[in-house]
Nanobody, 125 residues
Framework: QVQLVESGGKLVQTGGSLVLSCAASERSFAESAMAWFRQAPGREREFVACISGSGRNTYYADSGRFTISRDKVKNTVYLRMSDLMPEDTAVYYC????????????????????WGQGTQVTVSS
């Protein structure tokens, strides 16, 4: 069974940093476009960042504070978050798409066939 397992979420103070990890159980994901989404209480799930299957290109909802990367040897995708704000509080989900190549422009949930269980990030003010 295909699995994406997120980790790294926790309670941090405003201005703090976190690194989220998403480990994929299938080697086939090493060439898939991967993304992070998040969902805050009472809000719809929203796109955060995407990295292309090749790993060469990335795309973000907002630039500057978040960085997505991947380690194909470890079959893991990371989301480095800095200067965190209370509005970043959400459950963060990792997702994998059945698409490969250089495009990182997969910003809608409908593109993604596999999802992790989510990891909670809470930023205190």
């Amino acid at each position: 069974q295909v699995q994406l397992v997120e980790s790294g979420g926790k309670l941090v103070q405003t201005g703090g940093s976190l690194v989220l990890s998403c480990a994929a159980s299938e080697r086939s994901f090493a060439e898939s476009a991967m993304a992070w989404f998040r969902q805050a209480p009472g809000r719809e799930r929203e796109f955060v960042a995407c990295i292309s299957g090749s790993g060469r290109n990335t795309y973000y909802a907002d630039s500057g504070r978040f960085t997505i990367s991947r380690d194909k040897v470890k079959n893991t995708v990371y989301l480095r978050m800095s200067d965190l704000m209370p509005e970043d509080t959400a459950v963060y989900y990792c997702a994998a798409a059945n698409v490969q190549g250089d495009s990182p422009y997969y910003t809608e949930a409908r593109w993604f066939d596999y999802w992790g269980q989510g990891t909670q990030v809470t930023v205190s003010s």
